[in-house]
C-alpha cells in the first residue's frame, strides 16, 4: 500500500520505446470516453441502418394504400398506426431516414466543397478577392438561414432537389468563414513560408499543407450542419416548399398529419420523433468530436 | 463610443446594399419569364405584358435596380400582387404581431434559460442540473414544428387549456391602435382581452422560444462555472456575502457578455423560426404573411417580408454589438 503511495507521487516516467501517437487516435481516444458522444455515435449509426436497409426493415412500401384501414391507432400490425391513406407510418418514417439522411450528407457536403473553395481563395489570395468573398458571407449571414433557404426555393420552385440546394447554399458561408481563418492562420506558420522557399507551388502548399490542417474543424461544423441541414429539410418539408408526395420526408409528413391532430395523434407523433432523434444524435457526436478534435473550442 | 457607433452604422451600408440585391434579384432569377411563371400559364399575353410593365422588367436591370432602391429609401416597397395595395401599408399589423410573438418568446426564453443555466452551475452535478441540461440536449434538437403541434395537441385539444391558434377571440375582437395587442388592450384598459391576448400567446412563444432557451442555458451554464471559479468570486464568499449576491450580482455581471452574444444571434433563429411557429398556429405574423404570398407567388410581398426580418436582424445584431461596450467598459474598440 505505502509503496503504491510513493510511486503515485513520482512523476511519471514514459517508457523510450513509446511512440509518439498520432492526433486522430489521441482524439478517438477521447472520443469513446465521452459518453454522450457515443450515445450520439449509436443513434446516428441506427438511422444510418435504418436508411440503407429500409427495404429489408419496412414491412409495407412507401405507397400502399389501404383505404379500409385509414387512421388506425398503433397496433401489433401497424406499430406506428397508418394514416388518412391507410399506409402504414413505421414504413413511411423508416424510408423517410433514407431522404433526411440523403439530403444531410448531400447538402452539407455541397457546402463544405464550394465554402473551401471560396474560403480558400479568400484567404490565401487575400485583397480585393477576400473583401468581395468576405462581403458575400456577410451579406448572407444577415438573412436568418431559413428564410434564405425559403427565398431560394421560392425562387426555384418547390421540390426536394430545390430543398437540397438551397440548404447547401445557406451554409456555405460558414463553412468559407471556417477556412478563411485557418487558411489566414496557417499561411503564417514557419513551414509554409519553407514550402514557399523552396518553390512549392500555390496549389500544391493549399492541398498538402493548408487543407488537411483545417480537416478537424471542418468535420466538427460538417456533423453540426448536418443536424441542422435535416432539420431544414423538413421544416420547407413540413411549409410545402420540399418534398413532394408521396415521399415520406419527415417534415411533409408532420404537415400532412396536421389535418387529423384531433382523430390520429399518433400521425404526427412519430416522424417528429425520428426527426428529433436523428438531429440529436448529430449533435451529440458533433459536440463529442469538438471536444475530441480541439479542445480550444469547447466552451 | 459615439466614433465607434458611427464607425459600425457606416459598415452596415455595404450590408444593407447587399440585401437590397440579392432581394432585387430574387424575381429576376425566377427561370423563364417571371411575369408567365406569376401569372400561370393561362394568362393572356396582355396580362403577361402589364405585369412585365409593373414590374419594371422591361428595362435594363440596372435601371431596375436604381429605381427599386430609390424607392427603398423612400419607404416605398412595392404593391402587393394580391390585394393591390401598397405593402408599406398594409405590411405593419402583420410586423406588429410578429414583434409581439417574437419579444415574448425571447423573454421567455431569456428568464427560464438564463435562470436554469445559473441554477446548473449553482448546484453542479446536482439532479437539477442534470435533468436541465438533457433538457436542454433535447431541446437543441427540437423542431418547432413539431413542438408546436405536439403542444396543440397537448394544450389545446386534450387538456382544453388554453386556444389552439390565431392572436385574438374571434367574438371579442381587439381594437387595434398600435397592432400591438398587449399594449392596444391596456390603453383601453381590457383586462379581460389583455387576458386573451397572453392565453393566445402562450403555445406560439413556448414553442418559438424552445431552441433559443436551451442554448442560452446551455452557454449560461459553462460561462458562469468558469466565473464561479475566479479568484474574486472566492474572495466574495470568504468576505462572507451570502451565495445569492455572489451568483445574481458578481458572478453574472461577468458571464453576460457571451450569453448576449448567443442572444443576439438567436434573434436570426427566433425570426427565422417565427415563419414555421405562425404558420402552426395561424399567428397573422409577417411570416405567414411570406408563407402565403409563396403559395400565391406574390413576389413583391415575399421580397419585402425577407428584407424588412432581414433589415430587423442586422439592426438587432447592431444593437447588440453597441450593448457589449455598455456593458463591459474593459471592451475597447479601435
Redesign the interface.
Known amino acids: 500500500m505505502e509503496l503504491s503511495t510513493q510511486k503515485d507521487l513520482q512523476p511519471p516516467i514514459m517508457p523510450a520505446e513509446e511512440k509518439a501517437v498520432s492526433p486522430w487516435v489521441e482524439a478517438w481516444r477521447s472520443f469513446r470516453k465521452n459518453k454522450l458522444a457515443l450515445i450520439g455515435t449509436i443513434i446516428v449509426v441506427f438511422f444510418i441502418i435504418l436508411a440503407v436497409f429500409a427495404p429489408l426493415i419496412a414491412p409495407q412500401g412507401i405507397n400502399e394504400q389501404m383505404l379500409s384501414k385509414r387512421l388506425q391507432a398503433p397496433s401489433s400490425e401497424h406499430w406506428f398506426g397508418t394514416d388518412d391513406f391507410g399506409r402504414d407510418i413505421f414504413s413511411r418514417v423508416v424510408y423517410g431516414a433514407r431522404i433526411s439522411l440523403w439530403v444531410g450528407f448531400l447538402a452539407v457536403i455541397g457546402s463544405i466543397v464550394v465554402g473551401c473553395l471560396l474560403g480558400v481563395v479568400a484567404g490565401y489570395y487575400g485583397k480585393w478577392v477576400d473583401t468581395i468573398i468576405s462581403r458575400v458571407f456577410d451579406i448572407m449571414l444577415a438573412f436568418p438561414s431559413i428564410l434564405l433557404a425559403i427565398a431560394i426555393v421560392a425562387v426555384l420552385g418547390p421540390s426536394l432537389r430545390n430543398a437540397l440546394i438551397a440548404i447547401a447554399v445557406i451554409n456555405i458561408p460558414n463553412f468559407g468563414r471556417l477556412i478563411r481563418s485557418r487558411v489566414l492562420s496557417v499561411k503564417q506558420e514557419e513551414y509554409i513560408m519553407a514550402a514557399k522557399a523552396i518553390g512549392m507551388s500555390n496549389s500544391r502548399i493549399l492541398f498538402r499543407h493548408v487543407l488537411p490542417n483545417s480537416m478537424a474543424p471542418i468535420i466538427v461544423q460538417g456533423t453540426l450542419a448536418i443536424a441542422t441541414a435535416i432539420i431544414e429539410c423538413a421544416a420547407l418539408g413540413f411549409l410545402g416548399l420540399g418534398a413532394e408526395a408521396p415521399n415520406p420526408e419527415w417534415g411533409k409528413m408532420l404537415s400532412d398529419a396536421k389535418a387529423f391532430l384531433i382523430q390520429a395523434p399518433w400521425t404526427m407523433i412519430f416522424p417528429g420523433l425520428a426527426i428529433m432523434l436523428t438531429v440529436l444524435g448529430f449533435n451529440l457526436m458533433g459536440d463529442g468530436l469538438r471536444d475530441a478534435l480541439d479542445p480550444r473550442m469547447k466552451n | 463610443m459615439l466614433s465607434y457607433t458611427l464607425k459600425r452604422l457606416f459598415s452596415l451600408i455595404?450590408?444593407l446594399l447587399?440585401?437590397s440585391l440579392?432581394?432585387f434579384f430574387?424575381?429576376r432569377?425566377?427561370?423563364g419569364n417571371p411575369a408567365q411563371i406569376i401569372l400561370g400559364q393561362l394568362a393572356t399575353k396582355e396580362a403577361v405584358e402589364e405585369l412585365t410593365k409593373q414590374l419594371g422588367l422591361d428595362q435594363p436591370w440596372y435601371l431596375q435596380y436604381f429605381t427599386y432602391l430609390g424607392g427603398l429609401i423612400t419607404g416605398d416597397l412595392g404593391e402587393s400582387l394580391r390585394t393591390k395595395t401598397e405593402i408599406s401599408q398594409e405590411i405593419w399589423p402583420y410586423l406588429a404581431a410578429t414583434i409581439e410573438l417574437t419579444f415574448v418568446a425571447m423573454l421567455i426564453a431569456v428568464f427560464i434559460g438564463v435562470n436554469a443555466g445559473i441554477i446548473s452551475a449553482w448546484y453542479q452535478n446536482s439532479w437539477f442540473d442534470y435533468v436541465a441540461m438533457v433538457l436542454a440536449?433535447?431541446g437543441?434538437?427540437?423542431?418547432i414544428?413539431?413542438l408546436g403541434?405536439?403542444e396543440?395537441?397537448a394544450f389545446a385539444?386534450k387538456l382544453d387549456w388554453l386556444p389552439t391558434s390565431g392572436r385574438e377571440e374571434v367574438r371579442n375582437p381587439i381594437e387595434a391602435i398600435t397592432n400591438i395587442y398587449m399594449i392596444d388592450t391596456l390603453l383601453q384598459g381590457r383586462i379581460d382581452q389583455f387576458w386573451d391576448v397572453i392565453r393566445h400567446l402562450i403555445l406560439p412563444s413556448f414553442a418559438l422560444a424552445t431552441i433559443p432557451m436551451a442554448i442560452i442555458a446551455r452557454?449560461t451554464r459553462?460561462?458562469m462555472l468558469e466565473v464561479m471559479r475566479s479568484d474574486f468570486v472566492r474572495t466574495a464568499r470568504a468576505k462572507g456575502l451570502r451565495m445569492f449576491w455572489v451568483v445574481y450580482k458578481h458572478s453574472l455581471k461577468n458571464a453576460i457578455i457571451?450569453v448576449l452574444t448567443i442572444i443576439g444571434l438567436q434573434m436570426?433563429?427566433l425570426?427565422?423560426?417565427a415563419?414555421?411557429t405562425e404558420?402552426?398556429f395561424s399567428w397573422p405574423g409577417i411570416g405567414r404573411y411570406?408563407?402565403e404570398a409563396?403559395?400565391y407567388r406574390d413576389?413583391p410581398v415575399?421580397q419585402s417580408g425577407?428584407l424588412i426580418?432581414?433589415f430587423i436582424?442586422?439592426m438587432i445584431n447592431l444593437v447588440v454589438d453597441l450593448l457589449y461596450a455598455a456593458i463591459d467598459p474593459r471592451i475597447k474598440y479601435n
Not at chain 2, 437543441?140 to 423542431?143: A, E, H, T
Open positions: 455595404p450590408v447587399g440585401l440579392i432581394v430574387m424575381i432569377a425566377i427561370p440536449l433535447i437543441v434538437s427540437m423542431p414544428f413539431w403541434l405536439m396543440q395537441w385539444i452557454i459553462s460561462t457571451p436570426g433563429l425570426l427565422g423560426g415563419i414555421l404558420t402552426i411570406i408563407y409563396i403559395n413576389y415575399i425577407i426580418i432581414a436582424f442586422v
